[in-house]
T-cell receptor, first 113, second 114 residues
């Protein structure tokens, strides 16, 4: 079945460092791909999305490109801030009927001043 | 702004009891999904409701059930609670605006089963 694999955390960075969080997926057909962020004590917020191959999703300085040839959707940010500290989830929605999202296990990011 | 709300925020129950969790949004959306997020894990899909009918279910037993009301608010009911049911329960509404598809999540209800 469909699945998502993320790099294990925690990822610890200094402020203004470059961020990459790896995400790969297994799916039949043409899934849509998402990154969600979860701040402490809160629910999930959609960060960005891509619905077809070679699409680039971007938001708040974060970017991810849908790479069908490598089945990847890595999250990047050029300069992280302390306020980016959170847990990041990669997710896919399969090309089937209903709107089930399949999530990775999450990657915790800690940014220090 | 979808304004998804969930109640209660926190809940403590005893093994074997039953619990009802609630979800609503400021603007009516006819599709709602529920997810279970165990500590340190990603959310797992429980089921989805569309126009008051369940139309998709994940790998959860029948003691997890739901309702969706004409105003599109929703309930998740769990019977015969087990310790492993302790988790954050999230509901999400589906925004079908334009040609895109997005799910917007509520803040969740944290359930502790003792």
């Amino acid at each position: 079945g469909d699945s998502v694999t993320q790099m294990e955390g925690p990822v610890t960075l200094s402020e203004e460092a470059f961020l990459t969080i790896n995400c790969t997926y297994t799916a039949t057909g043409y899934p849509s791909l998402f990154w969600y962020v979860q701040y402490p004590g809160e629910g999930l917020q959609l960060l960005l999305k891509a619905t077809k191959a070679d699409d680039k999703g971007s938001n708040k300085g974060f970017e991810a490109t849908y790479r069908k040839e490598t089945t990847s959707f890595h999250l990047e940010k050029g300069s992280v801030q302390v306020s980016d500290s959170a847990v990041y989830f990669c997710a896919l929605k399969g090309s089937g009927g209903y709107n089930k999202l399949i999530f990775g296990a999450g990657t915790r990011l800690a940014v220090h001043p | 702004e979808t304004g998804v709300t969930q109640s209660p925020t926190h809940l403590i129950k005893t093994r074997g009891q039953q619990v009802t969790l609630r979800c609503s949004s400021q603007s009516g959306h006819n599709t709602v999904s529920w997810y279970q997020q165990a500590l340190g894990q990603g959310p797992q899909f429980i089921f989805q409701y569309y126009r008051e009918e369940e139309n998709g279910r994940g790998n959860f037993p029948p003691r997890f059930s739901g309702l969706q009301f004409p105003n599109y608010s929703s309930e998740l009911n769990v019977n015969a609670l087990e310790l492993d049911d302790s988790a954050l329960y999230l509901c999400a509404i589906i925004d079908r605006g334009g040609s895109t598809y997005e799910q917007y999540f509520g803040p969740g209800t944290r359930l502790t089963v003792t």
